[in-house]
């Protein structure tokens, strides 16, 4: 067992999955959007002249699917008293659509229109998605004001930050349970992707206005996962140890590169005393992080989640872990660790680089304890504590990489 734990389903297996799952008009599309206007071609069913053109053009088709996923995605992050102007543009761009692709032999004009449109509507998309981001990151100063706010949006995110909000208690509703369930079942009924395995996932969940607050922020991070937004400072400093569980590996694929974690925060694991270790394990674990291929996610995001709570919150890496797969993962970590102070196989890491790594730790632990005192107010005996449990994850989540194959051969 390696220091993060996918759940159910093997990294490479997900990815696999992940490209394979079609884009069938009506199962990339939320059924909610389609009945606000967004009506991607159905070519079984294709019986306009113009239908049936664009069907038999395989690259026209293709971006139909792409151009109809996009737009049911803008209309989430566009305000229900600001769609009318982009429906009406939509419109019009369809009946010029229609006039330019109705030629078979204006194959070439067709996509490029296409392409024109699909571009426009992306950066929409993102622009869309940033003014919504740009609300959420104004929760700490009014809760109350953001949930207004979300209101006005029918979007899977929208949703979700609204189920954020009441299940925290940070803004009060009435019948707040039946509210989340009813929100968190509009998600899923038709907010998504059509993506079988991150639904099942969300569903196994369950009723998410009893779940603990470390499953409801799973729930929220599966569904910013399907956006281009991050995952905020203020959930970690919040929350603390669930969100920071909730927000680490999941996959162990290419999955886990989502959502971004926040970009605001200097990991203390860019001091010079930690580099000056880094530089002489990371050449070793290079190459078993190459060789696990679309696992290596995984393992980079536990990095990058190691990195963030021991530079954000660094008091919490004292807490117990919350949830079973934490568990496992603070049993794997303390094996890693032992990996290391026993550390043999020379083949694989040469004794004057491993040598070297054990001297230069504990002047990483002393700088690190020190920047805890003066950085967060830590007592003495604490920060010394959380230095020495940032160390571990910083050895254990990079010796999990050397001893893989040994952990699954147990």
Known sequence: MTVFSPRWLSGAFVALCALSTPLTAQGAIAQGAIAQGVVPIDCAKATKPIERT?????????????????????????????RESVQKAQATWLAERDRVCEDKDKAKACT???DA??????????????????????????????ASALQRYDGA??????????????VPVADKDAEV?????????????????LLEEMKNIG??????????????????????????????????????????????????????LCHDVRSIYEMPEWKKLESLIDPTIAPALAERGGISHG??????????????????LLEAPH????????????????????????????????????????????????FYQEKFGLAPKIADQAAHAAADRFIASRMALLTADEAEDD
């Open 323 to 370: 949830s079973p797969e934490a568990k496992k993962a603070a049993e794997s970590r303390d094996k890693a660790v032992a990996a290391f102070r026993n550390w043999h196989d020379h083949r694989v890491w040469p004794e004057a680089q491993y040598k070297a790594a054990v001297v230069a730790l504990p002047a990483a632990i002393s700088a690190t304890a020190k």
């Open 207 to 260: 009723d998410v206005a009893k779940a603990d607050t470390a499953g409801m922020l799973l729930f929220l991070r599966h569904v910013l996962s399907t956006t281009e937004m991050d995952a905020p400072c203020f959930l970690f400093t919040k929350h603390g140890q669930p969100a920071f569980e909730s927000f680490g590996p999941f996959w162990g694929a290419a999955r886990d590169d989502t959502p971004e």
């Open 54 to 82: 664009l069907c038999a053009n395989a690259d026209v088709r293709a971006r139909d699917e792409q151009l109809s996923e996009i737009f049911a995605s803008l209309l989430g992050y566009i305000p229900h008293d600001e």
């Open 112 to 114: 490029t229109l296409y």
């Open 117 to 146: 449109r699909i571009e426009a509507l992306s950066t929409q998309n993102e622009a869309g998605q940033e003014r919504l981001a740009a609300v959420i990151s104004t929760i700490p100063k009014d809760a109350k004001a953001v």
């Open 299 to 316: 393992y980079e995001r536990q990095f990058a989640i190691d990195a963030l709570q021991a530079s954000m919150v660094p008091s919490t």
């Open 157 to 170: 995110a929208a949703k979700a930050w609204l189920i954020y909000l009441y299940h925290s208690g940070a």
């Open 181 to 197: 369930q009813r929100l968190a079942d509009g998600i899923l009924k038709d907010g998504l992707p059509n993506d079988p395995y």
